[in-house]
């Protein structure tokens, strides 16, 4: 399955229709517009500043679990609750009637159900156990895997073999695995099995998310759906989890911690990249976003200590090279 710059697709972001060549920025026409250049600037900013600010979420996370004690399952709540929030009112103010719409299909909102729980829910649980038994760097870098999945299962799906360049990305995600969690002795693992099951699970939770919400997103647009899917999870879980019958004991800088975890490294961080899709294409948007496990990676050892090896820094380096040669 080879995905070549020259094939064309129509893919709608938020409702707007428009022709996508990977590897192209959208164009915007009119009197208007502006230059070419100063757009794709533009869009670039966007896409690094939106990594960016998901990598240091990670990290944030990390030091509120550990030093305040925070339960990931109460995060995840609390997370989803204010920033799917912040989401749905964005979506449904840029399109009043997708609520509407997506309520008269029955099937669409099974559909939605089934990519909240069996995607968003496990990949965000799944990520939080992940950085609070191993790091943000570690943990970001495993839930990358997710694209090799979604690979995999759309050739098996299609029936297609992938491409050359596919076959050494997943070569090379292999490779990754191996060396973060062995750093390259067969005989050791350099990882914790709970680490790195919550990291395989995290990967899956993403790719089952991507499948599953993938028509949702094209035909509702990004921000409603993926709003919507987060109060789904958060809803559940103020059930579940209670958060605000317990809440944790935070000073001034938990609290900060905390309201950037929501406001800047899920509904500034989501809003940025998209708006980089729009402009760049999802193709270039995809490369540039493999700053989001470099940054948490950095983030990690800057912020909480953290110390990687060789090998492990390798294996990174093997993964996020698979991100760009699969995008």
Request: proline share 3%; glycine share 10%; charged share 10%.
């Amino acid at each position: 399955m080879s995905q070549e710059p020259q094939s064309e697709e129509v893919q709608e972001e938020d409702g707007v229709a428009a022709k996508v060549v990977p590897g192209q920025q959208l164009q915007e026409s009119g009197p208007g517009a502006a230059p070419a250049k100063k757009l794709t600037i533009l869009g670039v900013a966007c896409t690094l500043i939106g990594g960016i600010l998901w990598g240091f979420s990670g990290t944030c996370s990390k030091i509120l679990m550990d030093t305040w004690g925070i339960g990931s399952l109460w995060l995840v709540a609390v997370r989803q609750l204010f920033a799917g929030s912040a989401l749905l009112v964005m979506g449904v103010w840029a399109h009043r009637d997708v609520l509407a719409r997506l309520a008269s299909s029955r099937r669409d909102m099974l559909q939605l159900v089934l990519a909240a729980f069996a995607g968003m829910m496990l990949n965000s649980a799944a990520y939080l156990n992940c950085v609070q038994i191993t790091d943000s760097g570690t943990a970001t870098v495993l839930q990358s895997l997710s694209i090799a999945m979604v690979l995999v299962y759309l050739c098996l799906r299609t029936r297609t073999a992938p491409s050359k360049r596919e076959v050494v990305g997943l070569l090379l995600a292999l490779l990754g695995v191996y060396l973060i969690c062995t750093h390259g002795d067969l005989g050791a693992l350099r990882i914790s099995p709970s680490g790195l099951f919550w990291g395989f699970f995290c990967a899956l939770g993403a790719a089952l998310m991507s499948v599953v919400s993938r028509r949702l997103l094209v035909t509702y647009g990004s921000t409603a759906i993926t709003g919507l899917m987060m109060l789904v999870v958060g809803t559940v879980l103020l059930f579940v989890v209670q958060p605000f019958s317990h809440m944790p004991a935070l000073d001034a800088a938990g609290w900060g911690l905390l309201a950037f975890t929501v406001v800047f490294g899920t509904v500034a961080a989501y809003g940025l990249y998209f708006q980089g899709v729009k402009i760049l294409g999802a193709y270039k948007a995809g490369l540039l976003g493999t700053i989001e496990p470099v940054t948490a990676t950095v983030a990690s050892v800057l912020l909480t200590g953290t110390s990687f090896v060789a090998p492990e820094l390798a294996g990174f380096a093997a993964i996020i090279l698979m991100v760009f040669l699969t995008s």
